[in-house]
C-alpha cells in the first residue's frame, strides 16, 4: 500500500492492488450471496408441521378436566397401565423420559420403579400440566421427578441423559416428529430404548374419531422412527386398538 502524503490525505493503493481489492471485493459478495443462498434453502428445509392445531385444545389446560379423561376405567393404555409399565423394563437406577406427560400417572409409576438413584424427566409443551406434577410430587414426597418445558420441535432433553424414552398417545401429536426424533435420538444414551404407545389406524376396527384424529399407522410411525437411527426392537400385542412397539438406538452411520 501506498500512502499519499499530498493534499487530499487519503491513502491511495497502487493499480494492481486496486484490482485485487475489487476481486476482493467481488469474493466477498459471491460467498455472501452464497451463504445467503444456503440459509435461505435451509430455512424452506425447516420440517413443516405435520398437523398444524392438533395441540390447540391442550392450551391452557384445565388440568381437573384432563385427569377425567386421561386417567379413567375404560381408556386401554389405562386399564393396560401396569402390562406397559412391565413393558418399558425399568431398573433401579435409570433415566426415562416421558414425552407428552400429561397429568403425569405414568411418570409417577415410573418414579417408583427407578427409585431414588434413577430419574424422571416430565416433558410436556403445555405448562399446565407440568405445575401439576410438580405439585403431585411434592404432595407425595417424590424428588425423582423431574419436569421439563419442552418446544413442538425438542424436548429439550440434554444429549447422553437417557436410557429409555416413553411416548404415550403423544406421537401423533408431534407437529415435528423428524426434529423431535433428532433430538430424542441425542438425548438417549447408547443402546437406549424408545417406546411408542399410539392408536392403531386400520379401517373397520378402528374408531371413525381416530381415524380422522390421528395422521398415520403404525406402519408409519415405524418407518419415521428407523429413519431416524434407530432399529425395530419388538412389539407387545396385549392392547386391542392401540399398539406398544419399542426400538433400540443404533449409533447414527453415513446415511441415516
Ligand atoms: C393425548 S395427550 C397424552 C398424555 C399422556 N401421555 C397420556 O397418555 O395420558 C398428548 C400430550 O402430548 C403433549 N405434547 C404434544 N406435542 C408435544 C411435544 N412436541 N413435546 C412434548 N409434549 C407434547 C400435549 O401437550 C398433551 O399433553
Known amino acids: 500500500m501506498i500512502r499519499d502524503h499530498g493534499r487530499t490525505g487519503f491513502v491511495t493503493e497502487p493499480r494492481a492492488t486496486r484490482s485485487s481489492g475489487l476481486a476482493g471485493r467481488a469474493l466477498f459478495a459471491l460467498v455472501t450471496a452464497i451463504t445467503l443462498g444456503f440459509f435461505a434453502l435451509d430455512t424452506s428445509a425447516q420440517e413443516k408441521s405435520v398437523r398444524p392445531g392438533i395441540n390447540d385444545s391442550f392450551e391452557d389446560a384445565e388440568v381437573e378436566r384432563f385427569i377425567e379423561r386421561f386417567e379413567r376405567n375404560g381408556r386401554e393404555i389405562y386399564d393396560r397401565r401396569f402390562d406397559i409399565l412391565n413393558a418399558l423394563e425399568l431398573k433401579p437406577g435409570v433415566a426415562v423420559a416421558d414425552i407428552g406427560a400429561g397429568t403425569g400417572f405414568f411418570a409417577k409409576m415410573f418414579s417408583e420403579k427407578v427409585g431414588e438413584k434413577g430419574k424422571v424427566y416430565a416433558v410436556e409443551i403445555e405448562q399446565n400440566f407440568l405445575d401439576h406434577i410438580d405439585e403431585m410430587a411434592e404432595k407425595a414426597g417424590i424428588e425423582n421427578i423431574v419436569t421439563v418445558l419442552g418446544e413442538p420441535r425438542t424436548p429439550k432433553l440434554e444429549p447422553n441423559s437417557v436410557d429409555v424414552v416413553f411416548i ?4 401423533h401429536h408431534f407437529e415435528y416428529p423428524f426434529d423431535m426424533l433428532r433430538v430424542i435420538h441425542a438425548a438417549l444414551r447408547e443402546g437406549g430404548r424408545l417406546v411408542i404407545v399410539d392408536f392403531e389406524r386400520v379401517k373397520g376396527v378402528t374408531s371413525d374419531f381416530s381415524i380422522g384424529h390421528v395422521r398415520c399407522g403404525k ?17 407387545y400385542p396385549f392392547m386391542k386398538e392401540q399398539y406398544l412397539i419399542t426400538f433400540r438406538k443404533r449409533p447414527h452411520t453415513f446415511d441415516d
Open 168 to 171: 404415550c398417545d403423544t406421537y
Open 219 to 235: 406402519g408409519t410411525v415405524t418407518d419415521e422412527v428407523k429413519d431416524s437411527g434407530f432399529t425395530f426392537e419388538r412389539e
